[in-house]
């Protein structure tokens, strides 16, 4: 056999980088180097490199395939490989985009190895490098006592891994279910924490006798003590996302977590509508398993207490590819424009894989699509809009072409506000939605959750009536 060895580096600077590489021999295999940390998810089996590999291929032509994050082309190369011998190969890099020079950083707020993770030191090491995150966030998590691989980890950001571009946060998970597989209260993730939120599960999480108590919210608080950040992740039928959202206790809420799902963004529209201010993240969930990113704009220095700030500002995209920026009279997402006028919405797209769908989303609606057949890889687009209520606008996009993950490609923006002085036609009927979702976790608190005593179970059904009667309040206000 031959051996292929690679080099991989950025085009512009000359300076090897971390990436992942996909080497097809000539019988249709693929061939890493031993002891390779290798891609986890869907589409084609890559392994990890850090600015260099060696990997032994049969003779006959090689297909090599590397990429780096989303903000490089994926770089396709062919060689020859003979019976025996050695092949150099230099793979050069290509940015199609350099957002962290416009100061949008990105970073994946939800990511855990397993149990049956043989390198975890070595993966953590290089998922920031090899997927290109400003920011990776690792968290802690319980399930029947399994000893998943990513609670070995301190809490709080990894200082003898992170660098000043390559910020790696150790978090938490904090969750619920009502059985093992069924969403109960839901979950959220810590960020930016350094003392464990005791518990970090409750319910059958733990064992069939754990009580279901205490209620997420009171975790939340527990964060916010020591300034951490709260977002809910990526389950919008938990039964505690109404009342969290309600009472203020959340700074963000995880869409596109690991892949798209309607009702995820029905409910986050719905509590748009009811004026609650949760800006758009995103994560991979377990490993990075997608290319799913969330970009924070942070001003002209990047630290990871600027991208915070700027994420609770609610200046943020989420993508698994697309750049997409939207402004309205000149604002960017996060921010609220007061008093009834023609406002002017514009949209800006670039992108690596061709997108097919533009959409402007106001108060949950679409309020103007265009449609690209062919496929667009950059444009502009400007559209007056004329808020007749408060309420907010964000811009979207869609495309079909697939990124190597086999994920068709999308973006969204966190919403621009509104502030006009009359509420929104949906606010009541969205309101009374969840009026009656608190009424069904009530019922379900009262009939079937376990407490080791009666003053837990009444204190979860008083924080959700206290939820509850901030939509009461929202119909009331018409």
């Keep these: ?227 951490g950040i709260v977002l809910w992740c990526h389950n919008g039928n938990g039964m505690e996302v109404p009342v969290a959202a309600g009472l203020g206790k959340l700074d963000g809420f995880n869409l596109f977590d690991p892949f798209w799902m309607d009702p995820e963004y029905d409910i986050w529209y719905r509590l748009l509508n009811c004026g609650f201010f949760l800006p758009a993240s995103t994560g991979s969930d377990w490993f990075v398993c997608s290319n799913n990113r969330v970009y924070v704009q942070t001003g002209q220095e990047f630290t990871y207490d600027r991208w915070i700030e700027g994420m609770q500002r609610g200046q943020t995209f989420i993508t698994n590819g697309p750049a997409l920026f939207l402004e309205v009279d000149g604002q960017p997402p996060g921010v609220r424009l007061v008093g009834e006028k023609k406002t002017t919405a514009q949209i800006v797209w670039r992108s690596h894989y061709p997108v097919n769908v533009v959409e402007l989303v106001m108060n949950g609606e679409i309020a103007r699509k265009w449609s690209y057949p062919e496929g667009s890889r950059e444009g502009t687009l400007t559209t007056d809009v004329f808020p007749e209520t408060d309420g907010w606008i964000a811009a979207r996009c869609s495309g079909h072409a697939r990124d190597s993950f086999d994920h068709s490609v999308f973006a969204h ?54 939820g509850q009667a901030v939509y009461e309040g929202l119909v009331k206000e018409g």
Aim: aromatic share 10%; proline share 7%.
């Design 413 to 466: 923006t966190s919403p621009v506000w509104f502030d006009v002085g009359r509420p929104p036609v949906r606010r009541a009927e969205d309101a009374r939605f969840f009026i009656r979702s608190i009424d069904d976790a009530l019922g379900w608190v009262a009939r079937k959750g376990r407490f080791a005593k009666n003053e837990q179970r009444l204190a979860v059904a008083e924080l959700f009536r206290r």
């Design 1 to 227: 056999m031959a051996s292929i060895h690679g080099t991989v580096f950025d085009k512009t600077s000359g300076a090897p980088v971390a990436a992942k590489v996909h080497v097809l021999e000539s019988t249709g295999y693929f061939r890493a180097p031993s002891g390779a940390v290798m891609k986890v998810g869907t589409g084609r089996p890559f392994f990890y490199c850090e600015g260099s590999f060696e990997v032994e291929v049969s003779r006959g032509p090689v297909e090599i395939l590397v990429e780096r994050g989303t903000e490089y082309e994926p770089l396709h190369k062919q060689v020859y490989a003979p019976s025996t011998g050695h092949v150099d190969v230099e793979l050069s890099l290509r940015r199609w985009a350099d957002l962290p020079s416009l100061n949008w950083h990105p970073g994946n707020t939800h990511i855990h190895y397993d149990e049956k993770e043989t390198q975890p030191d070595e993966r953590l090491r290089l998922d920031p490098h090899v997927h290109d995150f400003s920011v990776t966030v690792v968290s802690i998590l319980e399930r029947r006592g399994l000893a998943y691989k990513s609670n070995r980890f301190p809490l709080g950001v990894m200082t003898d891994i992170s660098t000043a571009h390559h910020i790696v946060d150790i978090g938490e998970e904090s969750r619920h279910n009502e059985m093992p597989w069924n969403i109960g209260y839901g979950h959220v993730m810590f960020l930016r924490i350094q003392n464990l939120v005791e518990p970090v599960s409750r319910g059958v999480l733990v064992s069939e006798f754990d009580p279901d108590y205490p209620p997420i919210c009171f975790a939340c608080d527990g964060a916010h003590e020591q300034s």
